[in-house]
């Protein structure tokens, strides 16, 4: 017999050694059951219970069950047509599928409006001029049964009336009683004013204006760590209410009528009620991607900074890219710089660029940076800035636990998001040149990141008293989207707009605010 290979006898007591590792693999790594993942405090569950008890208490119980469904389902999507690619090819393609260009479609309604305010008017000027004519009318009647009755006239009727009333007397007045009597109910007790002269008074509750206190600086939104020392922080329902009272300096807000929607900016979206989606973008023959799918709400900000041949845009939290990347298909900025701070996000911006605006003529005008939005200094360098800052992210907070706000070790910088977000904001404003706009958005439904961050941002730059900003209204501008869009009215917001999630159109949820620097 040949002798036993040494390879043969090595290989058969390696599978010897590994059969206690496949028994322990197979005892231990049993599927687990989902009630006992239920079970299990997980972060999209922590946030899901913190809107349960915040959101609700703003947004009312019933619409909260409509918005909660929403965030809880697959966000709808439209797509941002790449001109650098085949574009007429990838409209035609898009159209086929039933999507709807929105630029056509926004226009088609602000015609109709027109239209309907036009026939308003003209129903309204008809209704008048027969109201005139019927007066003429009763008119010319009344004067015919005076010249009828001609007995007496209008003067003459005064004289008979007064004489017919001469010896009348006038009618008794009652007994009412006195001003200063007071009802039997209250006799044998002391006043208001007497009782406070004996009333005890805690002088250790009077703020000295001495000290630089006032009560407005006691209600004025700012961090708890200013006000309740470094180790306490304020829940979001604190900071809410701190808001709310803050309010002692002037804001200007305007109404803006109408938006202008960018000539080669292309976006297809399907209509309400329609769940259809949008295939995977692929590459053209110039070797970019078709077009760029990104969440429908994300695009009103852009929408809002009103961009136009010759500006500089800077887009302060850039990351992923997605803003940025509409408005430069837009073909009108001199400059657009996407601006993040962490290394991991600008090099997703990158790869974006790459896929997107391969080897394109204007790629020179499309520049990243690598700086905190908080130490920028070039002031009145760009015209047009876009805030898109670090947010609760809301939909993703209640469906994703990876890089979650509510994991329990980042519940500090969480509930000091809205400090960040207004010193972000506020630096914004200063560097945007003199007559720019500044668009501040949020991926939240909390009015404390959204209208108190900008109320907060306004009033630092008030009490500063160097520049005016004026807070444009654009609810009536963008009252002809919705037809695809659910936008939030009588939920409390004064500087912005809210776009909420629903079944039937599912975008956001998004909320922005414009500042036009005077």
Same mark, same amino acid.
């Given at each position: ?28 790594k ?15 569950y922590?946030a ?18 409509s ?21 007429d ?63 007496y006239?209008?003067?003459d ?7 017919h ?8 007045k ?38 630089g ?49 960018p ?19 692929e ?13 429908g709400?994300?695009? &009103? @900000?852009? $929408?809002?900074? #009103? =961009? ?5 845009? /800077?887009?302060?939290? !850039?990351?992923?890219?997605?803003k940025?990347?509409?408005?430069f ?16 996000r ?13 080897n ?16 920028m ?34 519940m500090?910088?969480?509930?000091? &998001? @809205?400090? $960040?977000?207004? #010193? =972000? ?5 200063? /560097?945007?040149?003199? !007559? ?30 160097e ?29 912005g ?18 500042i036009?620097?005077?």
């Open positions: 017999m040949f002798p036993q290979c040494r390879c043969s006898t090595s290989h058969k007591n390696l599978q010897n050694l590994l059969i206690p590792l496949r028994e322990w693999k197979r005892f231990y049993k599927s687990i059951h989902w009630t006992k993942y239920e079970n299990r405090d997980f972060p999209r922590r899901l219970t913190h809107f349960d008890d915040f959101y609700k208490n703003i947004y009312g119980e019933k619409l909260w069950r918005l909660r469904l929403g965030l809880l389902c697959n966000n709808k999507y439209c797509a941002v047509v790449n001109n650098f690619s085949e574009p090819a990838v409209k035609e393609n898009l159209q086929n599928r039933g999507a709807l260009n929105m630029r056509e479609l926004l226009a088609l309604v602000e015609e109709k409006r027109e239209e309907r305010s036009e026939t308003a008017v003209k129903k309204v000027s008809s209704e008048e001029g027969s109201l005139e004519r019927r007066m003429e009318e009763a008119i010319e009647a009344s004067a015919k049964r005076d010249l009828i009755s001609g007995t006239s209008k003067y009727y005064v004289n008979v009336l007064d004489e009333y001469k010896d009348a007397k006038p009618p008794e009652k007994d009412e009683p006195k001003e200063t009597e007071e009802p039997k109910e209250y006799e044998g007790k002391l006043s208001l004013a007497e009782g406070i002269k004996d009333a005890h008074i805690d002088h250790r509750r009077i703020i000295n204006i001495k000290d206190l006032s009560t407005s600086t006691l209600y004025e939104f700012v961090p708890a760590s200013k006000i309740k020392g470094i180790d306490r922080i304020m829940s979001e329902t604190a900071q809410l209410e701190f808001y709310k009272q803050s309010v002692d300096f002037p804001i200007n807000v305007e109404k803006q009528l109408s938006i202008t929607f000539e080669h900016l292309d976006i297809y979206s399907y209509e309400k009620c329609n769940v259809t989606s949008f295939p995977h973008p590459r053209g023959r110039t070797g970019v991607f078709d077009f760029y799918l990104l969440d709400a994300s695009i &009103l @900000p852009v $929408l809002a900074l #009103d =961009l136009k041949p010759g500006d500089r845009l /800077l887009d302060m939290c !850039g990351a992923p890219g997605g940025s990347m509409t408005a298909q837009t073909l009108s900025l001199d400059e657009l710089v996407c601006n993040d701070s962490f290394k991991s600008v090099n997703r911006i990158s790869r974006i660029v790459k896929e997107y605006l391969y394109c003529p204007q790629k020179e005008r499309f520049k990243i940076s690598h700086r905190n939005g908080l130490n200094t070039e002031r009145d360098l760009y015209n047009k800035i876009l805030v898109d800052v670090p947010c609760t992210n809301d939909r993703r907070s209640v469906n994703k636990d990876e890089g979650n706000w509510f994991e329990t070790n980042r500090q910088q969480r509930l000091r &998001l @809205p400090e $960040l977000q207004a #010193d =972000l904001l506020t630096n914004a404003l200063r /560097l945007v040149a003199p !007559g720019g706009t500044v668009v501040y958005s949020t991926c939240s439904l909390s009015p404390v990141q959204n209208d108190g961050v900008v109320q907060m941002a306004l009033k630092n730059l008030w009490e500063e008293n520049y005016e900003f004026v807070v444009q209204d654009m609810t009536e501008a963008f009252r002809p989207a919705e037809v695809l869009y659910c936008f939030g009215e009588n939920v409390g917001l004064k500087y707009i809210v776009v909420l999630p629903h079944l039937t159109a599912n975008f956001g949820p998004l909320y922005f605010s414009k036009v620097k005077k």
